[in-house]
C-alpha cells in the first residue's frame, strides 16, 4: 500500500539552529510532493510543492525541499530556524492517477527562543 | 485567495445523535473532501467528491456519509455519533493535479 513516512514525531531545536526533517514515500507512480505546515490553532496551509523540473524547491518562509526519486525522499531543510516556526508539518504525495492526497504523520517541531 | 469554510468551529454532541458538519469553498473547485485528524495518526481521509453528486470512499468511511448536491458545499454526516468519532474533522478543497487547500477545522466532541 502507498504510504508517507516521516522520520520524526517531535523534534525540539533552538532558534538559529538548522533543520532537516525526513520523509520517504512509497509509491511507483507519477507524484507530485508537498510539504504542508499548521501552526497552533491555524489551518493547514502549503508550505512547498514539487511538481517537476529542479528536484530543489523553495517554499515560504525560508523552507526548501530536495526531491531525490532514486531515495524516494522529499525532505525538508531551513538552514536557521526561528521561535515561530513551532508548528506540525506534514508531508505529502499526490497520486497523480486519483488526485488523492496520501499524508504523513506529521512533525511536531518546538522552537525553543 | 482560496477561501474554505467550514460552519462550526467547535462542536459538543451526544452519543446517538446525526450530526452535519459543513464545508463550502468559494474558488469553483471540482474536488472536495473530508479528514479526520487525531494526533499521531496524521490525517486520515473519510470520503472525497470529484462532482456534484459524486462521492467516493476514503480510508475510513464507516460511520459516516456525505452529500455533494452543489458544487460548492461538501457536507460530511455522523449517522449516529458515537465517542470514537471525536476528533478534529478538516475540510478541504483542489482543482485536479493541484495541492488541497484546508479550512479551519471543526473540533467536535461526542459526549
Known amino acids: 500500500a502507498q504510504s508517507v513516512s516521516q522520520h520524526n514525531h517531535h523534534v525540539i531545536l533552538s532558534e538559529a539552529a538548522s533543520l532537516e526533517l525526513g520523509c520517504n514515500y512509497s509509491?511507483?507512480?507519477?507524484?507530485?510532493l508537498f510539504w504542508y505546515v499548521q501552526y497552533p490553532g491555524q489551518h493547514l496551509q502549503l508550505l512547498l510543492k514539487?511538481?517537476?523540473?529542479?528536484?530543489l524547491v523553495k517554499g515560504i518562509k525560508g523552507f526548501e525541499a530536495e526531491f531525490i526519486k532514486s531515495k524516494f525522499s522529499f525532505n525538508l531543510r531551513k538552514p536557521s530556524v526561528q521561535w515561530s516556526d513551532t508548528a506540525e508539518y506534514f508531508c505529502?504525495?499526490?497520486?497523480?492517477?486519483?488526485?488523492?492526497?496520501?499524508f504523513g504523520k506529521g512533525t511536531r517541531l518546538h522552537i525553543l527562543p | 485567495d482560496v477561501k474554505v469554510t467550514q460552519s462550526s468551529r467547535y462542536l459538543v454532541k451526544r452519543t446517538g445523535e446525526k450530526v452535519f458538519l459543513e464545508c463550502v469553498q468559494d474558488?469553483?473547485?471540482?474536488?472536495m473532501f473530508w479528514y479526520r485528524q487525531d494526533p499521531g495518526l496524521g490525517l486520515r481521509l473519510i470520503y472525497f467528491?470529484?462532482?456534484?453528486?459524486?462521492?467516493e470512499k476514503g480510508d475510513i468511511p464507516e460511520g459516516y456519509s456525505v452529500s455533494r448536491e452543489k458544487k460548492e458545499r461538501f457536507s460530511l454526516i455522523l449517522e449516529s455519533a458515537s465517542t470514537n468519532q471525536t476528533s478534529m474533522y478538516l475540510c478541504?478543497?483542489?482543482?485536479?493535479?493541484?495541492?488541497?487547500?484546508f479550512g479551519d477545522g471543526t473540533r467536535l466532541s461526542i459526549l
Open positions: 478541504a478543497s483542489s482543482v485536479r493535479g493541484q495541492p488541497q487547500h
Open positions: 514539487y511538481f517537476s523540473g529542479d528536484p
Open positions: 505529502a504525495v499526490l497520486k497523480n492517477r486519483d488526485d488523492k492526497i496520501i
Open positions: 509509491y511507483g507512480g507519477t507524484v507530485n
Open positions: 467528491s470529484y462532482d456534484v453528486k459524486m462521492k
Open positions: 474558488m469553483d473547485h471540482e474536488n
